[in-house]
């Protein structure tokens, strides 16, 4: 990617692993009840597909209350901070855009992760969610740079990539989680770039 000086990340599962969370929230969601967790499972891969928060239709499609998130059981990534290293020796300045509850800085603190970025900006703390573009139009202000030499690297294609793409940011679409599940319908929807993991990042950069 040429003339890059900014990468901004999404948070839950883009760099933060949130499988365990969704394991604990299924089997709290279906327990006393005749629904098995494996139905329960497919359905939310189902409705997930079609570009719908699939925990929380899948909880409505049966008629159950959807439990709280299990935030302690977030983890980043293993392969994060290896990659943000060698981000930061090539020069990139790296940022957060992302729909997060309060304390997002406690939390990458707590992570080990918070040194790694300059901005974060997180809807609790500024009022607005993904993806209202005016929180993308922010990111660019607070790094004084023009949306084409800045990237969007998110899990979702509607709160991060379509948002990102029509305030003229390049994007990437890190296909981890349920986000990872959706299918593109058209093109001018289709992300800059496709990966799988983190790690591949270091053959875009």
């Known amino acids: 990617m040429e003339n890059v000086k900014w990468i901004f990340f999404d948070i839950g599962s883009t760099i933060i692993d949130e499988s365990e969370c969704y394991r604990l929230r299924y089997q709290e969601a279906v327990a006393g009840t005749t629904i098995s967790l ?7 891969v189902e409705l997930s597909k079609q570009n719908m928060k ?28 290896a990659v943000w290293k060698q981000m930061d020796a090539k020069g990139y300045r790296l940022g957060v855009i992302a729909n997060q ?20 900006l997180a809807s609790a703390e500024e009022g607005i969610s993904k993806p209202d573009i005016e929180i993308f139009h922010r990111a660019l202000i607070a790094a004084k740079c023009v949306p084409s030499e800045a990237v969007m690297i998110g899990d979702r294609l509607d709160n991060d990539i379509f948002p990102a793409k029509k305030v003229g940011m390049k994007t990437v679409w890190i296909k981890q989680g349920l986000g990872g599940l959706v299918e593109v319908v058209r093109q001018s929807e289709q992300a800059d770039y496709e990966i799988e993991n983190l790690s591949e990042l270091l053959s875009l950069f």
Do not use: T
Request: glycine share 8%.
């Open 54 to 81: 699939g925990d929380r239709e899948a909880s409505k499609y049966y008629g159950i209350k959807l439990p709280p998130w299990h935030q302690e059981a977030e983890k980043p990534y293993s392969n994060a901070k």
């Open 38 to 44: 494996r139905d329960f499972e497919n359905k939310v």
């Open 101 to 120: 509850s309060a304390g997002i800085k406690d939390r990458l603190s707590n992570w080990g992760l918070l040194a790694y970025f300059d901005i974060i």
